[in-house]
């Protein structure tokens, strides 16, 4: 690896073209924001089918909702080794397939009247699969299709793109189930992977392909390469641990939401999604602004500013009251959800500059299989710490942790640096 001299760091972002001017770029982003809106319909469609068709337990709902992110922790790093050793394209492309056929399963068999449980497990896990190949290709992919100057406005974009879904997405759902009934509303995912994959297949500029001949070593070893070069990175490895750390808690406050404006703040179900969907307006502006901040603040300064200082306002949420008060709720989550966004989008943009193209999709896959395994774990303490101090107490220690988790990356080199450096072994 090697270094800049002093002086030489670069602003993301200045001097570069725009993006909204990038064909391919465009066609990338257009197709994912479908495909997100899609996914979003089916998180509402999936647990309505298994409770209102099927009637399936609490326990196997709760079962199915933690099938679809068990691929994570079973064969995200594997993925991270096929990933670098085929054209990310065409992994994409091959995902996206798969996804509209294991989804449109779902309302054919409904159609047929032979919907069962298990199959909405396969489901579950089967598309969990391909979504964690895809995640995978996608980050490792997106440097070779822009410049590493747009990499945070690529980012931001992409991450506006999440924020968008986790907004309308409940309500779309909502309305398509009404409409077509809860397998009929997962036709619209089914096709807006179609969309994503002709989008994919539209882009010109072609693909770097990976270094001819056999890779060298074992799976293990390959795999070992990966989670030793995010470990052994000064920064990346704090990076981790925070974003690790962050989601252990965000775990703890998603296991206890519910339950705290149901049954603490007093919130009707009938307005229980607005109420969400009003803090998910954060994590869009955090899209939309994280290029922007990160030049005014500097692109490496962010990535610990924006947990310390952005999120703090987040505690609010544990304070909301019955009436009026419940207006705290969307305000702390607004800030918590625009943070993370901004976190995200400098953190992974800093991943992408500073990794081998090489080893981009073992490293990926390290990061999110770390911080993705955190998850589950949360919300099990959630409902631990929900049960022994109260669920109001048990949402503030939530908030707190994650807050504090930005600590990691203050005490890392990122405190002594405004911005990314340019410069990166690509060897």
């Given at each position: 690896?090697?270094?800049?001299?002093?002086?030489?760091?670069?602003?993301?972002?200045?001097?570069s073209?725009?993006?909204?001017?990038?064909?391919?770029?465009?066609?990338?982003?257009?197709?994912?924001?479908?495909?997100?809106?899609?996914?979003?319909?089916?998180?509402?469609?999936?647990?309505?089918?298994?409770?209102?068709?099927?009637?399936?337990?609490?326990?196997?709902?709760?079962?199915?909702?933690?099938?679809?992110?068990?691929?994570?922790?079973?064969?995200?790093l594997?993925?991270?080794?096929?990933?670098?050793?085929?054209?990310?394209?065409?992994?994409?492309?091959?995902?996206?397939?798969?996804?509209?056929?294991?989804v449109?399963?779902?309302?054919?068999?409904?159609?047929?009247?032979g919907?069962?449980?298990?199959?909405?497990?396969?489901?579950?896990?089967?598309?969990?699969?391909?979504?964690?190949?895809?995640?995978?290709?996608?980050?490792?992919?997106?440097?070779?299709?822009?410049?590493?100057?747009?990499?945070?406005?690529?980012?931001?974009?992409?991450?506006?793109?999440?924020?968008?879904?986790?907004?309308?997405?409940?309500?779309?759902?909502?309305?398509?189930?009404?409409?077509?009934?809860?397998?009929?509303?997962?036709?619209?995912?089914?096709?807006?992977?179609?969309?994503?994959?002709?989008?994919?297949?539209?882009?010109?500029?072609?693909?770097?392909?990976?270094?001819a001949?056999a890779?060298?070593?074992?799976?293990?070893?390959?795999?070992?390469?990966?989670?030793?070069?995010?470990?052994?990175?000064?920064?990346?490895?704090?990076?981790?641990?925070?974003?690790?750390?962050?989601?252990?808690?965000?775990?703890?406050?998603?296991?206890?939401?519910?339950?705290f404006?149901?049954?603490?703040?007093?919130?009707?179900?009938?307005?229980?999604?607005?109420?969400?969907?009003g803090?998910a307006?954060?994590?869009?502006?955090?899209?939309?602004?994280?290029?922007?901040?990160?030049?005014?603040?500097?692109?490496?300064r962010?990535?610990?500013?924006?947990?310390?200082?952005?999120?703090?306002?987040?505690?609010?949420?544990?304070?909301?009251?019955?009436?009026?008060?419940?207006?705290?709720?969307?305000?702390?989550?607004?800030?918590?959800?625009?943070?993370?966004?901004?976190?995200?989008?400098a953190?992974?943009?800093?991943?992408?500059?500073?990794?081998?193209?090489?080893?981009?999709?073992?490293?990926?896959?390290?990061?999110?299989?770390?911080?993705?395994?955190?998850?589950?774990?949360?919300?099990?303490?959630?409902?631990?710490?929900?049960?022994?101090?109260?669920?109001?107490?048990?949402?503030?220690?939530?908030?707190?942790?994650?807050?504090?988790a930005?600590?990691?990356?203050?005490?890392?080199?990122?405190?002594?640096?405004?911005?990314?450096?340019?410069?990166?072994?690509?060897?």
């Amino acid at each position: 690896m090697t270094e800049t001299k002093a002086g030489q760091d670069v602003v993301a972002g200045q001097g570069s073209p725009g993006l909204w001017r990038h064909r391919d770029f465009l066609l990338l982003w257009s197709g994912q924001t479908v495909s997100e809106m899609g996914s979003a319909v089916t998180r509402i469609a999936l647990p309505l089918l298994a409770v209102v068709v099927l009637k399936a337990s609490t326990l196997q709902v709760a079962l199915l909702s933690g099938a679809s992110t068990l691929a994570f922790a079973l064969i995200a790093l594997p993925a991270g080794v096929l990933v670098d050793r085929r054209p990310k394209r065409s992994i994409m492309i091959v995902c996206n397939l798969l996804r509209l056929v294991i989804v449109g399963s779902v309302p054919l068999a409904a159609a047929l009247g032979g919907l069962t449980l298990p199959q909405l497990y396969a489901v579950a896990v089967t598309a969990g699969v391909c979504t964690v190949f895809f995640d995978v290709a996608y980050q490792s992919y997106l440097p070779s299709l822009v410049s590493g100057e747009q990499l945070l406005d690529a980012n931001g974009k992409l991450g506006t793109t999440q924020g968008f879904g986790q907004l309308a997405g409940p309500s779309l759902g909502g309305g398509l189930v009404g409409a077509f009934g809860a397998a009929g509303a997962m036709t619209a995912d089914a096709l807006s992977y179609a969309v994503s994959v002709l989008s994919i297949l539209s882009i010109r500029k072609r693909e770097e392909p990976p270094p001819a001949g056999a890779p060298e070593g074992t799976l293990r070893s390959r795999i070992a390469e990966g989670l030793s070069f995010v470990v052994k990175h000064p920064i990346l490895r704090k990076v981790v641990a925070c974003s690790g750390t962050a989601n252990l808690f965000t775990g703890v406050a998603s296991s206890l939401s519910m339950v705290f404006l149901v049954r603490v703040v007093h919130v009707g179900p009938a307005f229980t999604g607005l109420v969400v969907a009003g803090a998910a307006v954060g994590g869009i502006a955090g899209g939309v602004f994280a290029g922007r901040i990160a030049k005014r603040v500097g692109s490496a300064r962010i990535i610990w500013m924006s947990l310390l200082v952005f999120s703090a306002p987040q505690i609010l949420a544990a304070t909301a009251t019955p009436g009026w008060g419940v207006l705290l709720y969307p305000v702390g989550m607004a800030t918590a959800y625009f943070s993370s966004m901004v976190f995200n989008v400098a953190q992974i943009s800093y991943r992408q500059a500073v990794t081998p193209p090489e080893m981009l999709g073992r490293a990926n896959a390290a990061v999110r299989w770390v911080v993705w395994g955190t998850l589950p774990l949360g919300s099990l303490l959630g409902g631990v710490l929900g049960t022994v101090v109260g669920v109001r107490a048990a949402l503030a220690v939530a908030f707190v942790g994650a807050w504090a988790a930005g600590w990691f990356v203050f005490f890392s080199p990122l405190r002594r640096m405004r911005d990314v450096p340019e410069a990166v072994a690509k060897s």
